[in-house]
């Protein structure tokens, strides 16, 4: 079975929306509460209103595309692309907030949240094959542990969702 040429995280838009939701429900509903309460100036309002916008930027999600060969990441300002077939550097950061840091051979850097491929057969089909790829080369200084123990996940996360999609668990 070939993989899609290229792929997108598909629940991008659901997590766009939610951070969209919460940046502005959250300062509304502050709002609301100094309204009721008599309190509200321009200066609170303003306040809300920053308040909102950095909820914004912490809660936007990272879109990532993954090709044959690349990956890229695109967050709210910037924009990262790492050759996933030319791999130096696989670091692994597990605990509240997992990041999977991919580095090249060229030095492009690219951070990205480790459950994005285990919701995501997809993205993570290509990567894997692209990895396959990069360890075939020999390129990767570092981060073959990292690799070796995120494939296992991955490949835990799917069988779980096969089984209990199945009814067997």
Sequence with gaps: MNPPAASRNSQWRGD???????ALGFPL???GVDTAAGSLTATRALLWTGLGLVLLAVLW????????GLLATHGLLRRHYVHTDRLASVTWHDGIAQRLRLEDAVGN???VDP????DDPPLWHILDRDIRTSLSH???RDGQHALRQLSRRIDREAARTVF???GLR
């Design 164 to 166: 209990r999609v199945s």
């Design 109 to 111: 850097r690219a951070e």
């Design 138 to 140: 020999g390129t990767p």
């Design 61 to 68: 999600p990272t879109k990532v595309m993954v090709a044959p």
């Design 16 to 22: 766009a929306r939610a951070a969209a939701g919460i």
């Design 29 to 31: 509903l502050l709002g």
């Design 115 to 118: 459950r994005i491929f285990a």
